[in-house]
């Protein structure tokens, strides 16, 4: 079972001071909420009154109508729908608080007043208001009911306890210790934020960066809903900001000033966040410092049909042009900077390279370039090998010379074919026999004279495997597998491409640029087997392990985000929808399962290397599994629910 809530930020239209007006528009906007199956629902700070009442706050009939309209909204859930939260005004004794109220299947569950109030500047909380923090009474009468009241509370689901809920009320984010902290501690899962924030220059972005980073740091689903542009406009005007952001990503938001109602609703993965609770050693060293009241809630079951969040098919790749260049400049720069270190406490002068005019050496040339760059040094202290074997294509044969020559490198071009029939003879190998023996046979011939040649010259083997190349283990053990410092395997395939593409726009060498290009055009392929009888590559390496980009959505989903299988599954057929079939992303995800599990003796010895991201895959940073473990378990569970007919 996916375990998905669907959750909505919502901006209604307010009428300042008109509770009987905003109650209809609330209502409105919940009925959509009914529609798209939403489960829990947020409504901005005070919109039953409108948050820019100021001394109007004070009339006993304004603080009444407020309270026939949460009456008004309890009978309307009385029906089912999601749980709805509002901010209201709330008389408690002879001091009046601002409050969300949380409702839900007929009953008003709990009263939650806003602890920080703002009073400086525009605003003006603590002229009418009084905090939440010095309250000294545990329930309020509500609606002719008893109900709880504090910010000590927390709803929790009771079919669901994974499903924790919290309410902090605008300024309580805005402090340095903001109570959704300890919430989260405590246990919940989900914080909700009624605001009413104005616009001002500068303030969006500072507010986007607020929420996603309390939603990284707190592990949670942070959904926020800000008060619109229909507030009083007498001395500022209103965000109407709404934002759902889940572990420090948004997954939706409607921002920028507009007189148009807002409804963002996102499916909140549930899953992913105690996935990542529970892989955050520092968070299970927390204890709560603050005691929680909780309430029960049963909030309702509803099927779904599709999932309503973002899915990006390139969870590597920025999709936007700037992210992405950023991106590119980054990793670069990081690997380039592990390898300028460990060249000079290596007290190596050169670097040892072996260019195929494939994607991955070309890659491990320009951060090698890079290093050399930062030390000062020449670049004929690159050592690029280029071995052609029996699948070696004149393409890259000459792009590989081309390559070394635009960035003046010293470049060898061996042959490896004596030495490879040399060593069948010795093993009685035919050299017709093109099995794995002919292709492990160049791999390793290839390396042994990397490693030597670099003991010639004073150097360093630079590996140029990759992430996925490494998940997949598709290597030859102690061949390419192995290297004196590998800097590309903190850097998946599909990413591999937009950094050499990045890097040439950034050459003025037009015959550079050129043999850059054209190595991005080239098929990815080990040629180790005979060309085509046209020349061509005729070993393809997708063709064999299965699409790259199928495979790092896999990688990313399994090791980042601890999806199960099925949800692996559902997630790449809707990202992949108009590229691939249900069968071949079955087909692939089975390859993915048994190779990532059973190519584990590879990593496990794998050189020392560059971390770059939020995965990898050696065994002294992030990833330590049994070289002999059984993947079973995933195997058996593609193949049941694939049997069960639910995605055929």
Known sequence: MLHYIRTASLRPHVTVADPVANVRSILSL?????????????????????????????????????????????????????????????????????????????????????????????????????????????????????????????????????????????????????????????????????????????????????????????????????????????????????????????????????????????????????SDRMADTSWSQQHASVAFRTIDIELPTTTRTSIQRPIDPMPFVPSSDADRNERCREIITIQATGLAVRLERARATTCVVGLSGGLDSTLALIVCERAMTMLGRSMSDIHTVTMPGYGTTERTLVNARALAASMQCTLHEISILPAVEQHFADIAHDVNDHSVVFENAQAR??????????????????????????????????ADHMSMYAVNAGVPKTLVKYLIGWYADQEENSLHRVALLDILATPISPELLPPSAEGGIAQRTEDVVGPYELHDFFLYHHIRMHASVQKIFVLACMAFQERYSKHEVATWLRVFLLRFTTQQFKRSCMPDTIKVGRIALSPRADWRMPSDASASVWLDELDRFLTDGQFS
């Open 445 to 478: 011939e290839r390396t042994q004279i990397l490693m030597d040649m670099a003991n010639q010259h004073n150097g360093l083997v630079i590996g140029t495997a990759d992430l996925s190349e490494i998940a997949l283990g598709w290597s030859t053990y102690n």
């Open 30 to 274: 919940a009925d959509q909420c009914v529609a798209e199956g939403v489960n829990v629902a947020l409504f901005p700070e005070l919109c039953l009154t409108g948050y820019t009442c100021a001394d109007l706050f004070r009339s006993p009939d304004l603080l009444q109508a407020a309270e026939l309209g949460i009456e008004r909204i309890r009978e309307w859930s009385e029906q089912g729908g999601p749980l709805i939260v509002v901010g209201a005004p709330l008389q408690v004794g002879t001091k009046l608080y601002n409050c969300a109220i949380a409702i839900c299947n007929g009953s008003i569950l709990a009263a939650f007043p806003k602890t920080f109030l703002p009073n400086s500047n525009e605003y003006y909380e603590a002229r009418w208001f009084a905090s939440g923090a010095g309250l000294q009474q545990d329930t309020v009468r509500l609606c002719g009911v008893d109900v709880p009241i504090g910010a000590d509370l927390l709803l929790v689901d009771a079919n669901d306890p994974t499903l924790t809920i919290g309410v902090e009320i605008c300024e309580d984010l805005w402090v340095a210790e903001p109570r959704s902290g300890a919430m989260a501690v405590a246990g919940a899962t989900m914080i909700l934020n009624p605001s009413a924030s104005n616009e001002i220059v500068g303030k969006a972005a500072y507010r986007r960066s607020l929420v996603t980073m309390q939603s990284a740091r707190t592990y949670t689903a942070y959904v926020y809903a800000s008060a619109g542009a229909w507030e009083s406009t007498t001395d500022t005007v209103f965000s109407g900001h709404c934002m759902i952001a889940e572990a420090g990503e948004m997954l939706g938001e409607e921002a920028g000033l507009s007189l148009q109602e807002a409804v963002v609703v996102v499916d909140v993965d549930l899953d992913r966040l105690v």
